[in-house]
């Protein structure tokens, strides 16, 4: 419990209707979207309205030593915004105007609060796009999303989070409000802060700005479903359009388990008894696209797809991309804990984790469905499963761990778009070593020497 006189301050600076203490408004906070997590209340919820009242919380919370949280709307998936120490949970939703558009540079300036979906819709009436769209669209924040540096949908053609973020503004572990980066296409003056901070899951600093970079949006699209008996052949013709050196926006694979699952839950059409099938969409100027469907075609049908239908008009083609954000959801009714990972590997080593998961699932009897980004690698293998069965959840993290070791011997890497947080933590260094881990933490105690920003993530004190 806090000091009363710490409470009166954030109250002071705050404003008391924006400052939490009851039981129930803490436990709201006490978890984030990760599954087999354990709970963890915070001391108080606070909800800053300006960068100034930001800095003025980080600086409270350093003179009396108290842990900090940024949060958005929790919809992270690797425990990320879990008050592990209780102290301060620092949410930035109120922090959620779209400040410019502008047309010109080409940039938006907003607020970390704002979600990611209210940003495309008001740049989309412009004719522009923010390409980056994790399956928490309409529900993730800027600032969150940034922290985490997402992926989604659109990775494989247009990257990730990362690839659009130009300038931030930053509350540092001592108060202090920086600015880097900015709207010019090019700046290599000094550190690259900004890529430093994107995907720093908010233990390096805490974002109050984002400048990020627009493009303009396509002038069309098609959106093809294909049909497939065996896994290893939807895993073949992933590879196989990438080797005709055709990069789709979006290629993402759902296999047989969340099929079924899926078609029961929004009702799309999806074919019940194939194994898997692939959802590919290619975008652009029309004749560009006109040619690359019927390519695409050609190589599904070349590589076994038994079936494949190309979307009619936006009706069947929005029925078809519902169903594929729908394969959490959907998934996560079908028992009562649902363990999502993030397993990413170089492209042509799909079919081999494909394989891989399989066999763990077989080895460990469990109940894997996978589905994910297949062209850009990066799979999430979902594990169903009741945390409340002793015995299947030693199971569940055995197989887990068997996951992320056939991830890394393939040349992948742990995390693709959920970040580290508290889950993967233990993995670090089976990807970077003793050595790795040690730079790592001394970047953490070089910005943040008390670990007061966001403790318990990433890396933990020595």
Not at 28 to 49: E, F, I, N
Not at 157 to 185: F, S
Not at 365 to 381: M, S
Request: aromatic share 4%.
């Amino acid at each position: 419990m806090l000091a009363r006189e710490v409470l009166q301050e954030l109250v002071q600076v705050l404003g008391a209707e924006n400052v939490l203490t009851e039981q129930e408004d803490l436990l709201t906070y006490a978890y984030d979207a990760t599954a087999a997590m354990k709970h963890h209340k915070p001391d108080v919820v606070v909800s800053p309205l300006s960068t100034e009242q930001v800095s003025e919380v980080v600086k409270i919370a350093g003179r009396y030593q108290i842990p900090i949280y940024p949060r958005g709307s929790g919809t992270n998936l690797s425990g990320g915004t879990i008050p592990t120490q209780g102290g301060i949970v620092l949410s930035m939703l109120n922090l959620n105007k779209i400040i410019e558009v502008d047309q010109d540079n080409l940039t938006a300036t907003v607020q970390p609060g704002v979600i990611i979906q209210a940003l495309n819709d008001q740049v989309t009436k412009l004719g522009l796009l923010y390409p980056p769209d994790p399956g928490t669209v309409t529900t993730a924040t800027m600032g969150g999303s940034v922290s985490e540096c997402s992926g989604g949908l659109r990775g494989l053609k247009y990257g990730v989070t990362k690839h659009y973020i130009m300038g931030l503004q930053l509350v540092l572990a001592n108060g202090e409000v920086i600015r880097w980066g900015g709207k010019t296409v090019k700046n290599v003056t000094g550190y690259d802060l900004v890529a430093l901070f994107t995907g720093a899951e908010g233990t390096l600093g805490i974002i109050t700005e984002i400048i990020v970079k627009l493009i303009p949006a396509p002038e069309t699209r098609k959106s093809i479903l294909a049909v497939f008996d065996n896994l290893d052949k939807a895993g073949n013709a992933i590879a196989s359009i990438i080797r005709n050196k055709i990069i789709p926006a979006t290629l993402e694979i759902m296999d047989n388990a969340t099929i079924q699952t899926v078609e029961h839950f929004v009702h799309a059409g999806l074919p019940m008894d194939a194994e898997a099938v692939l959802l590919v969409e290619v975008d652009g100027y029309k004749e560009v696209v006109e040619r690359e469907a019927v390519l695409v075609e050609q190589i599904l049908q070349a590589e076994g797809s038994v079936e494949v239908k190309i979307a009619k008009n936006d009706q069947e083609r929005d029925l078809l991309w519902l169903a594929r954000r729908s394969a959490l959801p959907a998934l996560a009714q079908k028992r009562p804990t649902t363990v999502l990972e993030d397993a990413t590997v170089p492209r042509s080593k799909i079919p081999d984790m494909l394989k891989a998961i399989r066999k763990i699932a077989e080895k460990h009897r469990l109940l894997i469905a996978t589905f994910g980004h297949a062209g850009d690698g990066n799979l999430h293998p979902t594990i169903l499963t009741d945390q409340r069965d002793e015995d299947e959840m030693k199971r569940v993290h055995l197989a887990v761990d068997e996951i992320f070791q056939a991830a890394i011997s393939l040349g992948g890497t742990l995390s693709g778009e959920h970040g580290i947080g508290i889950a993967k933590m233990k993995y670090l260094d089976w990807e970077f070593g003793e050595a790795g881990v040690a730079a790592l933490r001394q970047i953490k105690e070089a910005l943040d020497p008390n670990y007061l920003l966001n403790p318990g993530k990433i890396v933990r004190r020595d």
